[in-house]
């Protein structure tokens, strides 16, 4: 997944992925807890997860589309304003 992003969201994403911070936590900058559902009924649970797919792969997953992908992104590169406790 390679969305354009900050340097200041890389190294939260760094972090992210170290720390192992859960998928619920995109729920913190406007991710739908009916999509972060549907990640993790898919398998991706971490953060790890969902930055190790692919764009396509993601948008093989049954009633996953280009409204949940542009969410996903967004979130992303708004990553760095999280507040994992």
């Keep these: 997944m390679n969305a354009q992003i900050s340097e200041e969201t890389k190294v939260a994403l760094s ?6 911070h859960s998928i619920s936590n995109l ?25 190790n797919k692919e764009r396509s792969d993601l948008m093989k997953i049954q ?13 992303i590169s708004m990553y760095h304003t999280v507040d994992d406790q």
């Design 27 to 51: 729920e913190q900058v406007g991710v739908s807890q009916r999509l972060i559902n549907l990640l993790q009924t898919n398998g991706i649970n971490s953060m790890e997860d969902l930055l």
């Design 63 to 75: 009633h996953f589309g280009v409204k949940q992908m542009e969410a996903v992104l967004r979130a």
């Design 15 to 20: 972090t992210a992925i170290a720390e192992k």
